[in-house]
């Protein structure tokens, strides 16, 4: 086996994408339409993954201003409380994370910066007609319009987000017919497959 | 855009893979060795990626046995106390977690399984001299002996663990210089990159 010596990747940011996490209107398990709590782990894993792999944005999507509230102050331990000095690079993983109230919210502030809407994916964990694969997907991040990526906590996204979408993404397989991965590690993964390359 | 019509993608499980969590030896952000203590949502994340990418058990590797009991007894709820009903897709996913004292123990459990002992790949967020690809990596998992992946919780393996090593995995770098992904997020990534496809 050749083994490589470590490199220095060469960085590029050419893609204009931006993540929503949205906690209304999702589903709960029995499908029914429900709000859902701000998770303390979801703010920190998405905003170092948006962080890793070069996106503009994170949103976290929440109606409820106390739920706002209880994100911001999350936040503000490690932007500018103690958590800010104990660890920097929790710090820039939030330096683009916005807590907002709705999805048009989110829209407007990135036509702000955009000077364009942006064009909008959903992703699930459920197969949907009309849906389009990893590799198309791939291609909508290097060109065209800003991208915003909707993720849904609980048991995902509801109906009425899928028929404001642009394009709905495949759902992640692995090798094996469970597909029942946490919020993080989908957009993980996601994330990956859209933006991420193997530095060799 | 060509859309795609959803399909059952094939499953396959040829891979003989494991996956370790570590708990000690691994680091504090001073490089300093520590124990590391077992966080709730780790257990149910890693369990539920192993479970999608077909792995053949995900070992939790933790000395105290205070901190095995808590392990066992977040798990328990989801296997057989009021989740088992709840959910039966976590019921699934912990299924092949378990929890040990140390290495050298994951490492006759899966002699037991295979009569063979695995090779050991270690990951880490630092690059490394001989460091293997993601290509190359790829390439482990579908022949030869089992392998066990492992991960280190806190700042990462400490360097006792990576001179056990057989293979060294190179970084996940997105686009961005930014690479400080949470174990959960990471773990994720390289299960995909290691076992994943994208169905069309």
Same mark, same amino acid.
């Given at each position: 086996?050749?083994?490589?010596?470590?490199?220095?990747?060469?960085?590029?940011?050419?893609?204009?994408?931006?993540?929503?996490?949205?906690?209304?209107?999702?589903?709960?398990?029995?499908?029914?339409?429900?709000?859902?709590?701000?998770?303390?782990?979801?703010? $920190?894993?998405?905003?170092?993954?948006?962080?890793?792999?070069?996106?503009? !944005?994170?949103?976290?999507?929440?109606?409820?201003?106390?739920?706002?509230?209880?994100?911001?102050?999350?936040?503000? $331990?490690?932007?500018?409380?103690?958590?800010?000095?104990?660890?920097?690079?929790?710090?820039?993983?939030?330096?683009?994370? $916005?807590?907002?109230?709705?999805?048009?919210?989110?829209?407007?502030?990135?036509?702000?910066?955009?000077?364009?809407?942006?064009?909008?994916?959903?992703?699930?964990?459920?197969?949907?007609?009309?849906?389009?694969?990893?590799?198309?997907?791939?291609?909508?991040?290097?060109? !065209?319009?800003?991208?915003?990526?909707?993720? !849904?906590?609980?048991?995902?996204?509801?109906?009425?987000?899928?028929?404001?979408?642009?394009?709905?993404?495949?759902?992640?397989? !692995?090798?094996?017919?469970?597909?029942?991965?946490?919020?993080?590690?989908?957009?993980?993964?996601?994330?990956?497959?859209?933006?991420?390359?193997?530095?060799?």
């Amino acid at each position: 086996m050749t083994m490589i010596a470590p490199t220095e990747p060469l960085f590029h940011h050419s893609s204009k994408a931006y993540l929503g996490l949205i906690h209304y209107p999702v589903l709960n398990k029995n499908a029914q339409i429900i709000t859902s709590a701000v998770t303390n782990i979801n703010l $920190h894993d998405l905003s170092r993954a948006a962080s890793t792999y070069g996106l503009r !944005g994170f949103y976290v999507v929440h109606p409820i201003p106390d739920q706002q509230e209880l994100a911001q102050r999350i936040m503000s $331990h490690w932007t500018s409380g103690y958590g800010a000095a104990y660890n920097p690079t929790r710090k820039e993983a939030f330096l683009k994370t $916005h807590v907002l109230a709705e999805l048009a919210q989110v829209l407007s502030d990135i036509i702000e910066i955009e000077e364009t809407p942006p064009r909008i994916m959903v992703t699930g964990a459920t197969p949907r007609s009309g849906q389009i694969s990893f590799d198309q997907a791939r291609q909508l991040m290097t060109s !065209g319009p800003p991208i915003l990526i909707l993720f !849904g906590t609980s048991w995902g996204l509801a109906p009425e987000v899928f028929e404001r979408a642009d394009f709905i993404l495949e759902p992640i397989w !692995g090798p094996s017919p469970y597909n029942h991965l946490s919020v993080r590690s989908a957009a993980a993964i996601i994330l990956d497959r859209l933006l991420g390359r193997t530095s060799s």
